[in-house]
């Protein structure tokens, strides 16, 4: 099954707004990544939070992680038009393998 | 730098043919190496992983199975293919940390 699970499914917004997504897991995790995919694309790795970090920066992402509710979100600021893809969860319990989530999809229009 | 190759891009295959996609690193050495299945609109499935040459674990049971002959190639395979296994095929590799991880273009497989 899953372990992570992100919610909304889809968001639909302006440019400039924020866009935020949340993932919800179920086990205790070493990390837990975001990545991005456009349309018919391979993923893009964006950011990844350690287990024990609270919040990370990148550019215009900003991860969250609540290991107590299980819950991470990713914050994208001032959004474009190029933010339009799918952004994934994906939990790390070791260096083998990542489990990923459903996905959000993100419609930012002009 | 490392970068991934996965070919064929798109593949059209009948019901009850054969299958094989082929992945390849480069730039780097001795990679964790993942296949994937993802169905339209939904997340991503493992498949398989290898940590070596040769070492092959299975997430999945299903109609497919992988190899690893060689270092920084990684193949998935089937002997006759069913319509469930149309879907985004895709392969990753892990950084030097161990970590992140990098995608290939995938491979579209349409089995009609």
């Known amino acids: 099954s899953q372990q992570g699970e992100e919610d909304p499914q889809a968001l639909s917004i302006q440019e400039g707004e924020n866009a935020t997504m949340n993932c919800s897991y179920k086990t205790s995790i070493n990390n837990l990544q975001w990545y991005r995919q456009n349309s018919g694309r391979g993923l893009v790795h964006l950011i990844l939070?350690?287990?024990?970090?609270r919040e990370k920066h990148s550019g215009r992402l900003r991860v969250t992680l609540d290991t107590s509710k299980k819950s991470s979100s990713l914050l994208i600021t001032a959004s474009r038009a190029a933010d339009t893809a799918s952004y994934f969860c994906a939990t790390g319990f070791n260096t083998d393998k990542l489990i990923f989530g459903t996905g959000t999809r993100l419609q930012v229009f002009p | 730098s490392q970068t991934i190759h996965q070919w064929p891009a798109t593949l059209v295959q009948p019901v009850g043919s054969p299958l094989s996609l082929e992945c390849t690193v480069e730039?780097?050495?001795?990679?964790?190496l993942y296949w994937y299945r993802q169905a339209a609109g939904r997340g991503l499935q493992l498949l398989f992983y290898s940590v070596g040459i040769g070492q092959i674990s299975s997430e999945v049971p299903q109609n497919l199975s992988a190899s690893r002959p060689q270092d920084r190639q990684f193949i998935l395979s089937s002997k006759k293919l069913l319509l469930s296994d149309s879907g985004f095929y895709l392969c990753?590799?892990?950084?030097?940390?161990?970590?992140?991880?990098?995608f290939g273009p995938g491979t579209r497989l349409t089995v009609t």
């Open positions: 730039g780097t050495s001795n990679p964790n």
């Open positions: 990753a590799w892990t950084g030097d940390r161990g970590d992140e991880q990098y």
């Open positions: 939070i350690r287990s024990n970090e």
